[in-house]
């Protein structure tokens, strides 16, 4: 059935004592879909994976995973997904093979069948030059795409990957984006993705929905998160000026039609501006305080301004102004205490 729903989600909700973590959320995913869940450190996106995951027990609402109640029938559940997550272990002394013999074990897989799937999934993540070496020795791309291929064998309808690209350089990155994109296409498996960057949920989801605190606050494919804010309405504008100051930077951020104004580096500002008369009312500040403006250009929005507008968060902070746009993490999201 195409655009069936695989996974159903009602209502979800996590509590900590008093701390709301996943605070009544509702989504599906379909079947054959790459699905993120985009959003700062702390808003959820664990929780959430782990709840559907079976490895942690919603404190209300429920979910389905092919029919399946993740806590009634957590065991049918478990036979269908597989979950790749930052604490796995692999044992380094033991090869790539034999790792995955032991953990191929644990899934009651017939010898036969183990051997021939663990020979074809270390061919599709290209380490079969590398079966006999000891896991101890690998890069961590390499690791991380053994915890793929652990997830793999039993051959799950359903992968949950949270943050497959945390730490990784951005060629693993590259690798491991590529690796799902093939899982996918050629497995037909659904992916549930969870990340804070921006690059990835951008060039792999199907749709995205962002988190913070807990909650969805958007949820579309990226294309049309980013059409939210690139209306008649909102523009963004990036803007050097070679005598920028301090004191211009607040009157800027003052302007009402301002919604939010990021200092890229120190002659260069980006602002996500709304009304017809936003773009003269920025230049006249800047004139007015001395500003000298020597490039002005029109930016296509990115997810982190689609997450700025919605959240009106700064989800930045100074320290990783030089990396590149698409490769920088949001900023820590204030914690929220009830
Ligand atoms: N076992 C727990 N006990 C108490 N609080 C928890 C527990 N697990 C998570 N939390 C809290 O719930 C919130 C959400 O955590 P979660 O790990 O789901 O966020 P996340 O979006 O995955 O963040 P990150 O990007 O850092 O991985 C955080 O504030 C976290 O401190
Ligand atoms: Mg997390």
Redo the contacts with the bound molecule.
Sequence with gaps: MANASIIEVKNLT?T??K?T??DDISFDVKKGEIFG?L????????????MLSTL?RPTKGTATIGGYDIVKADTEVRTLIGIVSEKMIMYNRLTAKENLWFFGSLFNIPKDVLTKRVDELLELVQLTQWKNAQVGTFSTGMRQRMNVVRALLNMPQVLFL??PTLGLDPQSSVEIREFIRKLNRENGATVVI?T?MMVDADLLCDRIAI?DH?KIVALDTSANLKKMISGADTTIIKLDIPNLSSVLVEKLRALKCADAVTQENSTSLKILVHGDEAFDSVIDAIRVNGGKISSMENLQPSLEDVFLHITGHQVRDSADQKIPMAHRH?GEAP??VR
């Design positions: 996590k900590f004592n701390f973590a996943v869940l959003g700062p450190n702390g808003a959820g996106k664990s929780t959430i994976l782990r942690a949270d943050e969870t804070h988190i807990g949001f914690r929220r």
